[in-house]
Each structure stands twice: as structure tokens, then as C-alpha cells.
């Protein structure tokens, strides 16, 4: 077992391992689970006697103001008073639901999570991000929440499917780059029962928690996590969502890389494109550059500041950078190209 | 023009007075705005040419989810940005409408109020406290999220009718029981053009700013602003809300006042009594001490180490104390009495 501290705004801990310690508090719950996972949000609900057990699929529909809504009300109905706990069950669309609820259930009552997807053991369940989507775009409402605890029980992962599982390392390999650890580059290996794995979440785990320790509010250095998102969210964009959110950041990712190297940086296009090919990534959307760039200038407006890319220039030097669109135009033909034999 | 510091958890100003200056943010700005007071949003919106404008009538009704979905689609829809501004302008229910808007919004962004009632110039738009209700209860969903600044601008009071002009002090009334000052206990003579309104005012926000910026997330000290909201809660919701919130806490500052006498403290229940007159508080519902009791239960499951009554000693001398059954029961046989007899 592994145990990693993150340590802003507020302390707690990430656990690793299999058959985790389960912590008892004498306090209602409300345990969110998705039903997939219902065998372990059973065993959860054996620490006392006080819980509100609600099943929500795992998936972007469920990141919803009306399942949000519902949750809410139940709580309610129950009575769960102020010192209540709100237990997450699942992959990173339950973490980020029930944080929200958590969030916002008579001004904040804590919560924990125990993640059981590869993206969310690494990724989704760290650094207190919580929220849902709205019909006019994805995580457009949230909170900072940080839960009390993490738990990720790699026992989960073996009812996982092998394509989700590699695509939930994708994050696990872009915290590699930023945090500058060669090993996460290769995750080739690695299954739900190797022994490897537990080293390599828990070092992936613990790149984002120093990010997110340094930098909550995400007014600098948390940028650096959004490595691959910029391009990636307007793929997944212009996919309607048919191309699943790992492998549009693997795509992003090539294409953050055809950036640095172009701007002088080391090249490290082959670790993306094999990556790409590890997790099958199916072909991204055949969207022009100005398309795609329309769906960027969505994301930009998030900041009146104008839009910064962030580009690898080597492992572990990530950069926040203006780049000039004829720069992006021919980083985006290279890629187009790549990306059409990258099988081959 | 009076200017008020708020130091926790983070700094702002209060500003009271009339034709208050209106600060002029560089940024996209959302106006949510009570019809109302529509002249004064108007006014607003000429401070750049980037706003969106949305209308909500006051009331409790607005304070819903479905019209905090509905605003936060409207924002994105515009394309608003995370450095954007919500502005509220209304009474308590549009400030803690907008500021929940502003809070989940991208994950916050910042937000300005413009109160345009007593109740929410010396209360409501103070604290930071935001929210909506569920039909399960009141302010069930929330957060905390501190406005950039509050503009009291007197000249709205013109407007408002007597009766709600006079219930909003109410709660400046119970700040002065909270910070000891007798000037407040006695608002018998102000109207919306009285000189004296603007140091009444601003000596009532005084105190609620105080105890916030004392105990921001409600842990202790922040407690005492509940004077009288226990068994105000109670009768508002035995009442069907058909007793108002200012009316509901006056019968309950009563009530407390009963308790302080009882437990050895000084007499304040003519002063409370004086208060309901002036208000012109229409009688409270008939329910038993049983049946208020069950609602005071649904209160007391927001925490589960129990119930604390806010009893009042002396002027600037508030406890939290668990009181015993008999005593609220003999406590409420005096009260029913008084108020029987109150208007006589």
C-alpha cells in the first residue's frame, strides 16, 4: 500500500494498494456508487449502520444538473446532517458528481472517494475538482472540493476493460512529462494485476498532487496539467464525443509535441505515437484546423487573456506559451500526417 | 457614504450610502437583476458595452435550481469568461440566487452585490453565504463565496414598501442584541429618507461583518446570528411561509428573550414585544409546542451532536446553551400568552 500526501487547500491522503483499510466515522453516509462497482459500495456500507446508498451509471450523462438535483433531494429526505459524509463510488464522472453534491449540500459536507478507474485513480479523483456538464459544454459548473481521503483499490480495476484501463493511463503518462519521470512514458506493461502497478499509480498519482498542492486555484502552474487538453477537447468536440476523452488527449498530446519540437524543443512525438497506438486509439475526426480552431476559441474565452499552450520542450519542461497561428497551422499539418500512418 | 471592511476569508467593502460610485470592471458582466429595481440595473449596465442582462423576480420561488440551471446556460451561452463578473442586484433572494450562480459558474467567478432592501443591506448580501432552496427546505444547497464588494445604495429604499422596509430590521435589531449596541434596538423612527438610516444601517452590517469575518464557515461565534431562527424557522414553516421571515424571527427573539428571563437573565421581551408591534407582525400560526417541535427536529438533524438555542443574557451578552424540554415548554406557555396579547 501506498500513501501519498497532497497537502492544499486542506491535508489528506491518497491510498494505493489492494484490500485498503476502511476508515470508519461514526457520521451518516451517503454512498454513491456506480453499479458497477456496486460488490465494493456494499462492503462500504458495512462500516455502520447510517447510509444512504444511491446507484448512478458511470458516464458524462450522469454529470447532470437534474442527476445533481436528485441527489440533493435524497440527501435531504434522509435528514443527513452537517457532519455527514458523501462516499464517491466509481470512475471519474461519479468522483466529480458526487464531490459536486458534497459541495453544495447545506454549503459543504465532506467526502471521500474511492476511484476504481485508472483515469481517476490518477487523475479525476486528485486535486478537489469537482462539477458537472452542461448542454453547452462540459465541467461549466463546479466547485473546489477537496475530499478527506482517497482510496484507490486496485482490485477494482479487474473488472475493468483493457481499452479503458490504457486510456486511463494516458493522464498517467502526461504527469510522466510533466513531472519529468521517464517511467511513466512506458506503461506498456502494465495490467490490472502486475506488480508494477501500484509504483506506477502511485507515482502518477503523486506528479498531480504536487501540482495541485502548488497551485490550487489554477491560476499558474496547474495549467501544465491541461498538457494535450487544448487540442483534445475540440477533438472530443468535433467527434460529438465519439472519440473518448483518453485518446483525445493522447491525440492532443502529438500534437503538443509536434509544437516543442518545431519550437526547438526534444522530440517526443514516437513516445505519443506509441502511446496512441497502446491504447488503439481509433481515428480522430477529420475536422479542418479552422474547425477545430473554432471549438479552441470556445475554451479561450474561458480567459479574457487570450489562450497559452502548453508545450513540452523536454521531459519535465513544460511551458505556458502564446504561439502564433501559423506556428499552429503547421504543427496541424504535421500532425494530420502523422496521425493518417500512425498505424503503419 | 459609509464604507465597511470585511476581512474574512477574503477582503471586501461594503459601501452605504446614496448615488454610491460604481466601479467599473474592464470584463464581460452578468446583471441579474430583480424587475423591480430594472432602473438601477439599467444604470449599471452603462459601465461597459459586455453585459448579460437577466431579470429574475424577487421571492423565494427564484430560489430554485431550475433558475439556477436556466441562468448558468444563459452564461455560457454568452460565452461569459472566468475572469467575468456576475452583479446581483435585488433583495436577499437574488443576491444568494446570483452569488450560487456566480459560485459554480466555471468554478467560480466573482460577483458583486447591489441589496436594494433593509433586509439584505444589513444581512443577506453579508457573509459570503449563497444558496438556493430545495423543495425539502431552504438554503439545503449553497456555498460559500464572498462577494468583491456590496453597494448599499439608499436611494433604492424609496421604493420598498413600509412593511417589508420594516421587517428587513428585524435582523439589524437582533445584530444589536449580538453586538451590544441599544442604538439599534430602536429603529421606531427611521424611514427610507431619514438621516438617521445611513449610521443605522451601517452600525447593523458593522456587527454581522464583525461576526463573520470571526467565524467565516459557521463553526461557533457565527452561530449567534441565529437568534430567534430556531422557532422562527419553525413557525415560518408551520405557517406554510405564510408568515414572512422578518416576522418569523421577531416571534422568535421574543421566544429567546423569554428563555434569557427565565434562565436569569435581564428582560428583553418588552423590546422584543415593541419590535413585533412596529412590524406590524400578523399573528403567528396556532400550532402546539409538539408540533413546532418536529420541525425544530429537522433543524436539529443539521448537526448531530445536538441543538443549541441562541439565549440572550443581556444586550451584547448571547450564549449557545442546550435548554431542557421543560424549560422550552414553560418558555412557550409565556410566549403564546404574550403574543396573545400582544397588540393589546
Redesign the interface.
Known amino acids: 500500500m501506498t500513501e501519498i500526501l497532497v497537502e492544499k487547500p486542506s491535508e489528506y491522503r491518497l491510498f494505493i494498494g489492494r484490500d485498503l483499510k476502511v476508515p470508519k466515522p461514526k457520521?451518516?453516509l451517503a454512498i454513491i456508487y456506480d453499479p458497477k462497482v456496486g460488490y465494493l459500495a456494499e462492503k462500504l456500507a458495512g462500516v455502520n449502520n447510517q447510509q444512504v446508498m444511491e446507484a448512478i451509471p458511470g458516464g458524462e450523462e450522469s454529470k447532470s444538473?437534474a442527476v445533481?438535483?436528485r441527489l440533493?433531494?435524497r440527501l435531504?429526505?434522509a435528514?443527513?446532517?452537517?457532519?455527514?459524509e458523501v462516499w464517491a463510488v466509481g470512475g471519474g464522472t461519479i468522483t466529480d458528481l458526487a464531490g459536486f453534491v458534497a459541495?453544495?449540500?447545506?454549503?459543504?459536507v465532506a467526502w471521500r472517494a474511492w476511484p476504481t478507474t485508472t483515469l481517476a485513480m490518477v487523475d479525476a479523483a486528485i486535486g478537489g475538482?469537482t462539477?458537472v456538464n452542461?448542454?453547452?459544454?462540459k465541467?461549466?459548473?463546479?466547485?473546489?472540493h477537496p475530499p478527506r481521503g482517497v482510496y484507490a483499490d486496485l482490485t477494482t480495476l479487474a473488472t475493468l476493460a483493457t481499452n479503458r484501463f490504457r486510456e486511463g493511463l494516458v493522464e498517467a503518462f502526461k504527469h510522466g512529462l510533466i513531472g519529468g519521470d521517464w517511467r511513466l512514458l512506458e506503461p506498456w506493461e502494465l495490467h490490472p494485476q502486475a506488480d508494477a502497478l501500484e509504483p506506477y499509480l502511485a507515482r502518477a498519482a503523486a506528479v498531480k498532487a504536487d501540482v495541485v498542492s502548488g497551485d490550487y486555484q489554477e491560476q499558474g502552474e496547474r495549467m501544465k496539467l491541461n498538457l494535450g487538453h487544448t487540442l483534445g477537447h475540440a477533438l472530443e468536440a468535433a467527434s460529438n464525443h465519439g472519440l473518448s476523452h483518453g485518446h483525445a488527449v493522447a491525440y492532443g498530446m502529438l500534437f503538443a509535441a509536434l509544437l516543442g519540437r518545431q519550437r526547438g524543443g526534444a522530440d517526443l512525438t514516437e513516445h505519443a505515437l506509441t502511446l496512441l497506438r497502446w491504447t488503439e486509439a481509433p481515428s480522430p475526426p477529420t475536422a479542418s484546423w479552422p474547425e477545430l480552431a473554432a471549438y479552441i476559441g470556445?475554451d479561450k474565452?474561458?480567459?479574457?487573456?487570450g489562450l497559452r499552450w502548453v508545450v513540452p520542450y523536454a521531459l519535465g519542461d513544460l511551458r505556458l506559451e502564446e504561439v502564433p497561428e501559423d506556428e499552429l497551422k503547421s504543427a496541424f499539418a504535421e500532425w494530420r500526417e502523422l496521425v493518417a500512418g500512425y498505424a503503419g
Chains 1, 2 share one sequence.
Open positions: 457520521v451518516p444538473l445533481y438535483e440533493l433531494r435531504a429526505q435528514g443527513l446532517p452537517r457532519d455527514a459541495a453544495g449540500y447545506l454549503r459543504g475538482k462539477g452542461l448542454p453547452e459544454g465541467n461549466l459548473v463546479g466547485a473546489f470556445r474565452k474561458k480567459r479574457s487573456d
